[in-house]
């Protein structure tokens, strides 16, 4: 079955530490991976993709096919950061859905 | 460039009301979606169209009916509102899998109140 975990629901970190954000996907195939963000009251915004293999707002992502994962890492976390993340699946199927996590909510302490 | 609209942005409902909410993309998608967002908690997917024609129950279904009148248009119906559909409603529209461009974009979503 397709699936995309995140393990944590909440991840505080202090400002200029590292963060990292996990994900597990379960999918027989070679999906495209993705992470959203959402700031407070707004709409889902694309982060990367791991196609792009960019990096945005100082993320990165790499897949680990062997491990199933698509952690989202940034070396030194700023207080902007806080939000909801979301990883992302998407299947090679024209009919297959975008397969969406339950969302990790990150929270920069000062 | 539009991109995914919804109307209306917010809603007040009295339980038993009916109402329809609106999602439009002018990006030529052939996937669209509809999900809720209760405060604190992730997406929960409601219903899915691949395309024109089809839609398929998600993981929130009940209490709901969705309508894909054409490939741009995919509108989601609360036939007898209750309070627990109070949310934030989003929809979203993607080309689908096996596509280079296959990510999803949101619309900025509905704030549904029903007392």
């Known amino acids: 079955a397709q699936r995309v975990t995140q393990p944590e629901k909440l991840l505080s970190v202090f400002k200029g530490a590292p963060v990292e954000l996990k994900c597990n996907y379960s999918?027989?195939?070679?999906?495209?991976l993705f992470w959203y963000v959402q700031y407070s009251r707004q709409r889902l915004q694309l982060l990367l993709r791991h196609i792009s293999r960019e990096s945005i707002k100082g993320f990165t992502a790499d897949l680990n096919k062997g491990e199933t994962s698509f952690h989202l890492k940034k070396p030194f976390a700023q207080e902007e950061d806080s939000a909801m993340y979301y990883c992302a699946l998407s299947g090679m199927n024209r009919d297959d859905k975008i397969i969406f996590g339950k969302g990790t909510r990150l929270h920069i302490l000062p | 460039n539009a991109g995914v609209t919804q109307t209306p942005k917010f809603q007040v409902l009295k339980t038993g009301q009916s109402m329809t909410l609106q999602c439009a993309q002018d990006m030529n998608h052939n996937s669209m979606y509809w999900y809720r967002q209760d405060p604190g908690m992730g997406l929960r997917l409601i219903y899915y169209?691949?395309?024109?024609?089809?839609?398929d129950k998600g993981e929130v279904p009940n209490g709901y009916n969705v309508s894909r009148l054409n490939k741009r248009e995919f509108s989601l119906r609360l036939e007898s509102a209750a309070p627990s559909q109070t949310s934030v409603y989003f929809c979203a529209s993607s080309y689908g899998g096996a596509s280079a461009y296959s990510e999803a974009f949101f619309g900025q979503g509905t704030r549904l109140t029903v007392v």
């Open positions: 999918y027989s195939g070679s999906p495209e």
């Open positions: 169209s691949a395309s024109e024609g089809t839609t």
